[in-house]
């Protein structure tokens, strides 16, 4: 069974720093691009950060560039989102993805976890 439970949201102060992780079960976490979307009320989802599936391949927004750091560790199956100097723009539900590298229509999201920015 594939599952991907994604943890580590909550509230916190603008300037402050929140680390979701996903935790990745049931296929082969290593031959999988992973990534981090958001979807804030009212607004598409969209793509935040991803990663290759060795690690070395990374891509943010611009609007989370220099602040935000995707990361994998593929013998425990986890992807980390780092996410230092929060916005109150940052506040949305935060979605793990996980997409093949070679057959790109198999793809797996988790349930969402929510961060939200504010004093």
């Known amino acids: 069974q594939v599952q991907l439970v994604e943890s580590g949201g909550g509230l916190v102060q603008p300037g402050g720093s929140l680390r979701l992780s996903c935790v990745a079960s049931g296929f082969t976490f290593s031959l999988y691009h992973m990534s981090w979307y958001r979807q804030a009320p009212g607004k598409e989802r969209e793509l935040v950060a991803s990663i290759g599936g060795a690690g070395g391949m990374t891509n943010y927004a611009d609007s989370v560039k220099g602040r935000f750091t995707i990361s994998r560790d593929n013998p425990e199956n986890t992807a980390y989102l780092q996410m230092d100097s929060l916005k109150p723009e940052d506040t949305a539900v935060y979605y793990c993805?996980?997409?093949?590298?070679?057959?790109?229509?198999?793809?797996?999201w988790g349930q969402g976890t929510q961060v939200t920015v504010s004093l």
């Open positions: 993805n996980a997409v093949h590298y070679v057959q790109r229509n198999t793809v797996y």
